[in-house]
């Protein structure tokens, strides 16, 4: 199984909604990744999970709060969202290694639209 | 600092190659990827390159890698118009561990 697995691929929500977005692999990496990526720009790095431990935020809000409950699973739990937090939320997988290489592979996405 | 760029755009005919450039900052990368997007998905990785390498190549793709200039290229033989899409090139940004820093994309365009 070579796959990134994330649901639910669209969400729409209002801002004083709760939800969840997860992804899923199954390829035995520890390492898992949140991406947050708006229209016609490149992927921004939300958060790293290393061996199941938060090792990299990046200065998020805490309206966005991940969780990383096992070696395959990720979550990020949504909580008074913006409307400018509309975007693609994309996770991400890769081994742990030591030779610096670090190929992360993604999966589809969720579309999340805040109203 | 971390800064990748990338020209936005490039439009070619189906057959032909295609040429897509990136500038990078960070002389200690030692790992730089070639991403894929095409519209409402993913990113695909296509290819990577170790920093000591000048070339490599995977079929219809060549990565050339001028380390001194720090510019690196993606060609692509052939191109089709299934090669349409957004292409990313990436480093790893050595003062974090698994950060990737992406350029900002180059759309390409194959007419048939």
């Known amino acids: 199984d070579t796959e990134v697995t994330q649901t639910p691929k669209h969400l729409v929500m209002g801002m004083t909604n709760k939800k969840s977005l997860k992804c899923e692999q199954h390829?035995?990496?520890?390492?898992m990744y949140w991406y947050k990526q708006k229209a016609k720009k490149p992927p921004e790095l939300m958060f790293v999970y290393s061996y199941e431990k938060l090792s990299i935020n990046e200065s998020v809000p805490s309206r966005f709060s991940p969780e990383c409950p096992n070696s395959s699973l990720l979550n990020l739990h949504l909580h008074a969202l913006q409307p400018e937090d509309s975007a693609l939320y994309l996770c991400?997988?890769?081994?742990?290694?030591?030779?610096?290489?670090?190929?992360?592979?993604f999966g589809p996405g969720t579309r999340l639209t805040v109203l | 600092g971390e800064d990748v760029e990338q020209s936005l755009f490039l439009s070619v005919r189906e057959g032909d190659s295609s040429v897509i450039n990136c500038t990078y900052t960070d002389s200690s990368s030692t790992y730089l990827y070639w991403y894929k997007q095409e519209p409402g998905a993913g990113l695909q990785l296509l290819t990577y390159?170790?920093?000591?390498?000048d070339m490599k190549q995977d079929q219809r793709l060549t990565v050339l890698l001028n380390k001194k200039d720090k510019h690196l290229s993606l060609r692509i033989a052939d191109t089709q118009t299934g090669d349409s899409a957004i292409y990313f090139c990436?480093?790893?940004?050595?003062?974090?561990?698994?950060?990737?820093?992406f350029g900002q994309g180059t759309t390409l365009q194959v007419k048939p």
């Open positions: 991400a997988s890769s081994q742990v290694g030591t030779s610096g290489k670090n190929e992360q592979f």
């Open positions: 990436a480093e790893i940004w050595s003062g974090n561990t698994g950060k990737l820093i």
């Open positions: 390159i170790f920093s000591n390498m």
């Open positions: 390829m035995g990496h520890r390492a």
